[in-house]
């Protein structure tokens, strides 16, 4: 464990940049750059999973669930996990992050650097072995500790209700048409999707891996009566669903890298944050580089507009759930250096 892990700065939580990608479709697209969520922290900052994070902390302290002394436990592919660990430890509880081990170098690299222990699983045995596991470590010590559960916990999506819909709403002046959004726990689409629905005639889309065996970061396939089913996701709140196949979600993840190699990347809000912060954190490298999430949720904007369901009236906003800095492993091997 790391001895002084970074200070957290909690207000830097929410209030996210909205930007405008210049893509090859008929509507207007404007994209929430997560990482803004702590943006100053390494590994590409924080992540759209930090808001889920601080929720959930914030109500088990609340409810008299999470007390002083008692050890926080969570599954987690990759960013639930860093930003559990980034505010679990900075607010004085011993955390132990269970992940796959093949999670990227950059996500276990956040872990590590909050100060959190990691147990690994076996990727092989799929991702509902951590749930498992975690399950298993939390029954040994059921009085002392204390699990978020981003599957099951309503803060979740409650958080994305409270804060993402509300942002969105606003940065679009109420203009919005069209909501898309990748499913893990389902907390994102299912959280901003209600809290969409409840100030306009909004369209919410979900998208979903296609194969059990992707690799499309934060995704879960659940076209399986065998997979764990996020309690979290509703799926009534979609008006509907699509599938990306993980070669579409990189590529169009590295399509936005070189359709912004020679052109600035247009800011439409800056959230809470002045300009030079904003473009500060903006590039990696000199270059605009995003997760394969993030790609997909382009995948899907695409999908569409090909289907002709997406006019030059129409204005979509999907996230950009984390900076591609944290996939130096592999999505962008060779673009910049490996967080091992």
Known sequence: MTASPPAVDETRIGRTPLLELALDVAPTVYAKAEWYNLPSLGYGGGSVKTRIAREMLDGAEERGDLDPGMRIVEPTSGNTGSEIARLGVARGYDVTIVMPDDAAAGKVGAVRDAGAEIEFVAAEAGYDACIERCDEIVADDSEGIYEPNQYENPDNPGAHERTTAAEIWEQTDGGLTHFVAGVGTGGTVTGAGRGLHDRGDVEVVGFEPVN?????????????????????????????????ETADA??????????????????????????????????????????????????????LDAAGELDGDDVVVTMLPDRGDKYADGLWEGYVDSAD
Do not use: C
């Open 250 to 303: 990189d590529d169009d993840a590295r399509d936005l890298r070189e359709r912004y190699a020679d052109r600035p990347v247009e800011v439409a809000d800056l959230g809470q944050y002045d300009e030079a912060t904003v473009r500060e954190n903006l590039r990696v490298d000199d270059q605009f580089l995003v997760g394969p999430s993030s790609g997909a949720g382009v995948a899907a904007i695409r999908q």
């Open 212 to 244: 059990p065996t992707h690799a499309i970061g934060g995704l879960k396939y659940l076209r399986s009566d065998s997979s764990i089913h996020p309690g979290t996701y509703d799926e009534s709140v979609l008006d509907r669903k699509l599938y990306v």
